[in-house]
């Protein structure tokens, strides 16, 4: 019997779950090659961890790791029902706040290797995170495509640690159309953007006027897998900031407050990375809660042990 130890947490309501303990051996090197690793030889354990009968289809994990770049004091490779992601921002937020639920980090800054860079992470007395992601930037504007039932929908590919078309029109009433309406949609638009030319894009990020006072928008983010983000997503919410300052309607250090479907907000701004260049460098700022210390355990003679995908 192979035992893993994790530690639950949601991030703005979207749950992530730690591996802190476990005989995943992914040797040594950049961590875009150990997630390669992950992903070829050991993907079995992905599903055991995250499907069900022990997690679900929106959960997120992250495997803690030995960090690569020497200016990281912690590594983390992400990984969800369906694959691995490069980023996360509500997972990095949840690491964080793994981390000093273990004693292992308290407060002030660190950095943090992933499988596409360093990321800067800082915990604050009031006990919530920033996240300085990594750069991002938006990759094709107002591209345009047609959806039965809708008409044309126009919208940006921009990266923000993950690969986003972000739709400017139409706007959408998310109450109208409920959840599974809202994932139909973007599942829709996701195909037509990948015939468009644009098969990079996994996430699609639809756009409401703001449910709750302060807050600048409202977002739906569809996520690999076809499952869609609780929180107001960090890495989407990175790539909305690209967006908005390539058009000039965002100033570098001006606050922009991103809510998600349930509500709950982050707080996040950018500097630029170069002037000029077009690629900015986002802050994220969102809370953690850790929700559970568990062990998962795999026995071999089980014929669930590595998982049951409504998706795969």
């Known amino acids: 019997m192979s035992r893993i130890r994790v530690v ?12 802190i303990e476990s005989e995943i051996d992914l040797g040594t090197g950049p961590l875009r090659e150990r997630i390669a690793r992950f ?29 690569h770049d020497p200016e990281c004091d912690f590594g983390v490779l992400f990984f969800n029902n369906v694959g691995y992601l490069g980023m996360c921002g509500h997972g990095m937020v949840g690491v964080v706040e793994t981390l000093q639920h273990l004693g292992r980090f308290e407060r002030g800054r660190t950095m943090i290797d992933t499988p596409v860079g360093a990321v800067g992470v800082e915990r604050h007395a009031d006990g919530t995170v920033t996240v300085a992601n990594v750069t991002s930037y938006r990759i094709a504007k107002e591209v345009s ?8 929908v126009t919208g940006d590919v921009a990266w923000g640690g993950n690969y986003f078309f972000l739709v400017n029109e139409p706007r959408f009433e998310f109450a109208s159309h409920g959840v599974r309406g809202l994932q139909q949609i973007a599942e829709q638009i996701r195909d037509a953007v990948h015939d468009a030319g644009h098969p990079e894009v996994d996430h ?22 076809a499952e869609y983000d609780r929180s107001p997503c960090g890495t989407g919410t990175s790539a909305k900031l690209a967006c908005l300052a390539a058009d000039g309607l965002l100033r570098p250090g001006q606050p922009w407050i991103q809510a998600g479907v ?11 990375s170069e002037e000029g260049s077009g690629r900015i460098d986002p802050r994220i700022n969102g809370r953690a809660y850790v929700t559970a210390e568990s062990t998962l355990l795999l026995q071999p003679e089980d014929p669930f042990c590595w998982g049951i995908s409504n998706v795969e």
């Open 8 to 19: 639950d947490s949601h991030t703005a309501g979207e749950p992530t779950r730690v591996v």
């Open 39 to 67: 992903r070829d030889q050991h993907d079995v354990y992905r599903r055991a961890i995250v499907l069900e009968p022990r997690g679900s289809e929106v959960l997120v994990g992250a495997l803690l790791c030995e960090p």
């Open 145 to 152: 495509v047609s959806i039965e039932g809708i008409g044309r």
């Open 204 to 225: 699609v990020e639809l756009f409401a006027k703001a449910p709750v006072d302060g807050a600048d928008s409202q977002n739906f983010v569809l996520c690999p897998g």
């Open 262 to 272: 349930l509500g709950t907000t982050f707080r996040a701004s950018f500097e630029w």
